[in-house]
């Protein structure tokens, strides 16, 4: 099992998670040329694509998906809220899940996980091979009980770390902006991320990625930082996603 990511940020969110014969995309926030772009990066075609996967209707999310999946003709998978705030978009082939349910696309089981986040029914996921668990957790604005207990003992997790608190209440956005990206509904902080990070069971974890980080109210330096420090690990052990390149292939291994 591996994962990549295309990118992460606020211009545009893509994930790839691959195991056998099987290749799902979590959210497809580029258009479907630069979709196609960031794909031969990674030696993956789009007719490799099996499914994607659609967390919340938010354009850096879902800006490409429409042409993307249509041009290729691939299946979309998103909860009944999420497909009702992308009606924009005209999104076909959608076969929608319960949050509550695990389900299975090909070699990998997917379990949906709900979060507070001001979207209409969004999800975040946890994918497996049967062996091995990759947590994605991003677009949330406060930890759950659920996400804590869902989260505990995976081997690779994927982590927002939108914004340094500091950096936002001091930053350049309207009063308005910081409170939404501050609220219970809105992104975690770099101390939000290592607070959970301290109560998750992350013994077998084998890579742990910064995600979905502000430009303008974070830097890799600082929430790298605040991981490392909540993991006790050494600092070039903690990985981040960036906006325009992502991270390359990460192999979750047994054993490892």
């Keep these: 099992m591996r994962f990549a990511l295309l990118g992460s940020?606020?211009?545009g969110n893509a994930t790839l998670i691959q195991s056998g014969r099987t290749c799902v995309m979590v959210d497809c926030g580029f258009s479907a040329t630069e979709t196609t772009a960031r794909l031969a990066r990674l030696k993956i075609a789009p007719e490799d694509i099996s499914a994607i996967l659609i967390t919340h209707e938010h354009s850096d999310h879902v800006n490409g998906v429409a042409r993307f999946a249509s041009r290729y003709d691939i299946p979309i998978r998103c909860t009944s809220g999420t497909l009702a705030g992308?009606?924009?978009?005209?999104?076909e082939a959608v076969e929608t899940f319960d949050p509550q349910l695990e389900?299975?696309?090909?070699?990998l089981g997917v379990k949906p996980l709900t979060v507070p986040h001001d979207a209409r029914e969004p999800t975040q996921f946890i994918l497996t091979d049967g062996r091995h668990r990759l947590g994605?957790?991003?677009d949330t604005g406060s930890i759950t009980d659920h996400i804590?207990?869902?989260l505990s003992g995976c081997d690779a997790l994927i982590l927002e770390c939108n914004h340094d608190g500091e950096l936002l209440e001091?930053?350049?956005?309207?009063?308005?902006?910081?409170?939404?990206?501050?609220?219970?509904?809105?992104?975690?902080?770099?101390?939000?991320?290592?607070?959970?990070?301290?109560?998750?069971?992350?013994?077998?974890?084998?890579?742990l990625v910064a995600a979905h980080l502000s430009e303008k109210n974070n830097s890799?330096?600082?929430?790298?930082?605040?991981?490392a420090q909540a993991l006790h690990c050494e600092l070039d052990w903690i990985e981040h996603?960036?906006?325009?390149?992502?991270?390359?292939?990460?192999d979750i291994l047994t054993g490892g």
Excluded: M
């Design 241 to 250: 996603a960036t906006q325009e390149t992502g991270l390359g292939w990460r």
């Design 136 to 138: 994605i957790l991003t």
């Design 86 to 91: 992308c009606a924009k978009y005209a999104l």
């Design 9 to 11: 940020g606020s211009r």
């Design 103 to 107: 389900f299975e696309l090909g070699d």
């Design 148 to 150: 804590r207990l869902s």
């Design 170 to 207: 001091n930053g350049p956005y309207p009063e308005q902006l910081k409170a939404r990206i501050g609220g219970p509904l809105g992104h975690l902080s770099n101390a939000q991320a290592a607070g959970l990070l301290e109560v998750l069971d992350c013994g077998g974890l084998q890579h």
């Design 220 to 227: 890799p330096q600082l929430a790298c930082e605040a991981l």
